[in-house]
């Protein structure tokens, strides 16, 4: 099974940017979507950004406009680059790959957007 482990998590002021990464050990990018969830305390797993294969990428309407996803296939990474960021974004982010190949839940980093 995929193993993927997030990063890049932290303690940021309102306004500022956060690069999360999400490393596989294995060529999975190029052959399957991937998509960075994010779960706030009290409330349910949501996706926030996802890409296929392609490149093509779907955001949730919260974060349009100032969160991107992309992957790097060399380097079995992907990323989710977000800016601008709010204290309603404060949350755990997990990444993973959508259903039907959904892998292990990893631990998550934790993003906290406060002043």
């Known amino acids: 099974q995929v193993r993927l482990v997030e990063s890049g998590g932290a303690l940021v002021q309102p306004g500022g940017s956060l690069r999360l990464s999400c490393a596989a050990a294995?060529?999975?990018?190029?052959?399957?979507?991937v998509g960075w969830y994010r779960q706030a305390p009290g409330k349910q797993r949501e996706l926030v950004a996802l890409?296929?294969?392609?490149?093509?990428?779907d955001y949730v309407d919260a974060v349009k406009g100032r969160f991107t996803i992309s992957r790097d296939n060399a380097k079995n990474t992907a990323y989710l680059q977000m800016n601008a960021l709010k204290p309603e974004d404060t949350a755990v982010y997990y990444c993973?790959?959508?259903?039907?190949?959904?892998?292990?839940w990893g631990q998550g980093t934790q993003v906290s957007v406060s002043s």
């Open positions: 294995v060529s999975i990018f190029s052959v399957r979507s």
């Open positions: 890409i296929t294969p392609h490149g093509t990428t």
């Open positions: 993973n790959i959508p259903p039907p190949f959904r892998a292990a």
